[in-house]
Nanobody
């Protein structure tokens, strides 16, 4: 069993900043990649940013490049998402995601989600 606990969401004005954090616990094993996805009302869930834990490779959605930064603390199984210059279109539920490698294959886990609301 793996738990992903997110924190840091909230309400912020356009142009403001928020920092999300997500900590994995339980039968973690080998975490290959962690990331953040978001889902706005009426839209599909989309990748925001991800980080590969081994080689620290990052990947960002075009819409957040230059504004968001993902980072990881491997020792504490934690990933952060620093969000700057927030826009109303960033409003969504943000979900933490972890890809864990096990002997039988790769498994995907999700957090419960944290609401981010950006007012104009």
């Amino acid at each position: 069993q793996v738990q992903l606990v997110e924190s840091g969401g909230g309400l912020v004005q356009a142009g403001g900043s928020l920092r999300l954090s997500c900590t994995a616990s339980g039968s973690i094993g080998n975490i290959a990649r962690m990331g953040w996805y978001r889902q706005a009302p009426g839209k599909q869930r989309e990748l925001v940013a991800s980080i590969s834990t081994g080689i620290t490779k990052t990947n960002y959605a075009d819409s957040v490049k230059g504004r968001f930064t993902i980072s990881g603390d491997n020792a504490n199984n934690t990933v952060y998402l620093q969000m700057n210059s927030l826009k109303p279109e960033d409003t969504a539920v943000y979900y933490c995601n972890a890809n864990i490698l096990r002997p039988l294959g790769a498994y995907v886990y999700w957090g419960q989600g944290t609401q981010v609301t950006v007012s104009s």
